[in-house]
């Protein structure tokens, strides 16, 4: 397949604009399937997945392609719940193009207008389908208006709906000038088009004045493709996915107009910290990149591949990144959906899974020659994880398998990952909300049989002191000959939140001699790590021991470490001891007229809103200030606040002291058992 010939591009827009549904039609109006699956049946190509057919919704991404005119197109449906953004963003490194799929009904969204970004910033070329025309063609000249304040006034419409929702005029390839459309005229939207196309070349600029109107598609091709690139035009179309009105017309726009791998803006490629340029021609050096793995429980781990550079076949000998050790992808695959077809070769621009290669994982790159061991694509901003769960194998002997079992959870998934807390011997699973995290559990137990329980994480709570006070004790042991003796006397201050620990020795005359500071410091330590109260760690405060006492025989340091330990905790008891909790930064999106339950909401979280910003389209940005442990169920108070229309973010602030009643709570219970 020539390069010519390939389009990539990803569908990116809200969840529920109609991807999935569009994706179904663009294959069938191509032949490349026979009938229309129906997604409350679960019988579309795109969303195969188990989960996907029970939710009614994508989770995950899928490839799919079609043949168009002679050009191929590899079309990548993706995701769009805030909470498999990860999954859409993760995929961009393998196209030239995005085409956000906005709800005429129900406008942008604020995942939809986040994606769409991000593919700018990661300099793809952008159009927009507006979709659902049948269902509401009065609204979409405010809707135009309104995508235009959102994104730019580059946003121009390639065709117009009729006023009935039934079919698209064309403004573009062959004007028809004699039809009228539900808004705006066929003539105005083309010499908007056109004026923006020949802007950015002069030539054509000259030649536009003198031939007017009359320039043809062949003429602007070039122009048109540099306004793409340049994010200087962002076409936008119209289309039913569910009459099919449209879908032929934007056929022709996703075949013709929409980048060849050489049209778009070349890839990120890094060596080591220098960007590279790559070739495109058929002889060079091979060099693809891992834009997404999937595990199939039976069938088992398929990486896909964007080739970049030269050419795979089933027996190249491949290196991964910096790895010596090569390997033959044996197969090589196109897929549609969940199905697979072998290919024999796949060629530069193109996309092609490689079976049963576990050491593929996400972004890694693949190349035939050691001259590349180092390159790498410039990385993706990925959404900052925001939750944990706790998770542990209910069956006894499960616990490789549960291992396993999140490896292959996590690989597929580049916002989802594990770690383990030593300290209190938890496996955490972390990820960008509940619904996530729920959905991979799902997965774990319907597709892998893995039976877990899960608990909300413990909180990362830490205890200081508010007041300095003095701490003394003797510690004293005659057991049969050799006894113990080690006396300390010390005295402890707060020091300012994140300046953490600090030891001061003032022990004057020997009393303590020095080789026993340390056990000292050592018994202080101990008890820094296992909390005095309530069982978590101690922070910002310093030490001084002032004196003590030592026995010439029965001094050793077993004797100081627990004097050092007694002596502190007698101390920390006197010192107004609180235990402190982390809190977040929130920023969160909702509609205005949301805004009176979140602030209730928040209120009776303990939150604070410290800022609002109104911005356009009716949605309102609020920053707040809220405890941790406050919001672990925060995505689900802000879906019943918002009807599912608002969208956060967090970060860690600060710690601050917990509340009076919560302290109780935390402290019972924990008793420091050696305060006599
Ligand atoms: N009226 C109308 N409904 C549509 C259209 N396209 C999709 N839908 C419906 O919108 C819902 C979401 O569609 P889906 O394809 O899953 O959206 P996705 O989340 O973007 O993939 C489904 O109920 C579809 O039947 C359309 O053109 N018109
Ligand atoms: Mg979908």
């Not at 994982?361 to 944990?388: G, Q, R």
Request: charged share 25%; with cysteine.
């Amino acid at each position: 397949m020539s390069i010519d010939n390939i389009r990539n591009i990803a569908l990116l827009g809200q969840s529920g604009a109609g991807k999935t549904t569009l994706s179904e039609q663009l294959l069938f109006h191509t032949g490349t399937i026979n009938t229309l699956g129906e997604l409350n049946r679960g019988t579309t190509v795109s969303d195969f997945d188990p989960e996907e057919r029970e939710l009614q919704k994508s989770i995950d991404t899928s490839w799919l392609n079609f043949t168009h005119h002679q050009h191929k197109v590899n079309l990548l449906d993706t995701p769009g719940t805030a909470d498999f953004i990860g999954r859409a963003i993760s995929v961009l490194p393998a196209v030239e193009s995005c085409a956000l799929v906005v709800d005429a009904t129900e406008g942008v969204g604020n995942v939809a207008e986040k994606l769409f970004k991000t593919a700018g910033e990661r300099k793809k070329c952008r159009m927009v389908i507006i979709n659902k025309i049948d269902s509401d063609a009065e609204h979409l000249a405010a809707l135009l208006d309104e995508l235009q304040t959102t994104f730019g006034p580059t946003l121009l419409p390639i065709n117009l709906p009729t006023a009935d929702g039934d079919d698209v005029i064309d403004c573009y390839f062959e004007p028809q000038y004699d039809r009228t459309p539900a808004f705006g005229t066929v003539e105005s939207a083309h010499d908007a088009l056109i004026d923006q196309v020949v802007e950015l070349d002069e030539e054509l600029m000259e030649l536009y004045l003198e031939q007017g109107s009359e320039l043809k598609p062949e003429q602007l091709h070039d122009p048109f493709e540099k306004a793409l690139r340049k994010q200087h035009l962002v076409p936008v179309c119209f289309v039913s996915a569910r009459t099919g009105a449209g879908v032929d017309a934007l056929l022709n726009v996703l075949a013709e107009l929409m980048p060849t791998p050489l049209e778009g803006n070349p890839p990120l490629f890094m060596n080591y910290d220098e960007p590279v340029t790559l070739s495109y021609a058929p002889e060079s050096h091979a060099i693809g990149h891992v834009f997404k793995v999937v595990i199939d429980p039976f069938m088992g781990r398929l990486a896909l591949v964007r080739v970049h550079q030269g050419q795979l076949k089933p027996d190249s000998v491949l290196y991964i990144g910096e790895e010596r050790k090569p390997f033959k992808p044996g197969h090589l695959f196109r897929l549609q959906g969940k199905d697979r077809v072998e290919i024999n070769q796949a060629d530069p621009g193109d996309l092609v899974a490689i079976a049963k290669v576990d050491e593929l994982t996400f972004d890694a790159v693949i190349h035939d020659s050691h001259d590349e061991d180092h390159f790498h694509l410039k990385s993706l901003t990925m959404p900052p994880p925001m939750f944990s769960m706790a998770i542990k194998a209910s069956r006894r002997g499960d616990e490789q398998k549960l291992w396993e079992t999140l490896d292959k959870i996590t690989a597929e998934d580049p916002s989802l990952s594990v770690s383990h807390k030593v300290s209190l011997n938890e496996t955490l699973l972390t990820g960008i909300g509940e619904f996530h995290l729920k959905t991979a559990i799902n997965k774990m137990q319907n597709q892998y049989k893995l039976v877990v329980e899960t608990s909300t994480p413990s909180i990362d709570y830490r205890e200081t002191i508010t007041a300095a006070a003095d701490g003394h004790y003797r510690h004293k042991k005659q057991t049969g000959g050799a006894g113990q003796f080690g006396e300390v006397q010390l005295s402890i201050k707060p020091l300012p939140r994140g300046e953490g620990f600090r030891f001061v020795d003032k022990v004057v005359g020997g009393a303590i001699p020095g080789q026993f500071i340390p056990a000292v410091e050592k018994g202080v330590r101990q008890i820094m790590d296992e909390g005095a109260i309530a069982g978590f760690p101690m922070q910002d405060l310093e030490v001084t021991v002032t004196d003590g006492k030592h026995h010439s025989v029965d001094s050793k340091e077993i004797a100081f470490v627990a004097a050092g330990r007694k002596a502190f905790l007698e101390a920390v008891s006197k010192a107004k001891p609180v235990v402190l909790e982390p809190i977040v930064d929130l920023v969160v999106t909702v509609p205005a007229d949301a805004m009176g339950d979140l602030s209730g909401d928040m209120a009776s979280h303990r939150g604070v809103i410290t800022d609002t910003q109104v911005g356009n389209s009716g949605r309102t940005t609020v920053h707040c200030k809220s405890p941790l442990s406050e919001i672990s169920d925060y995505s689900q108070r802000l879906k019943s606040i918002t009807k599912g229309e608002g969208h956060f973010t967090m970060a860690l602030s600060h710690f601050e002291p917990v509340p009076v009643p919560q302290q109780k709570n935390l402290c019972q219970g924990y008793r420091a058992k050696e305060i006599a």
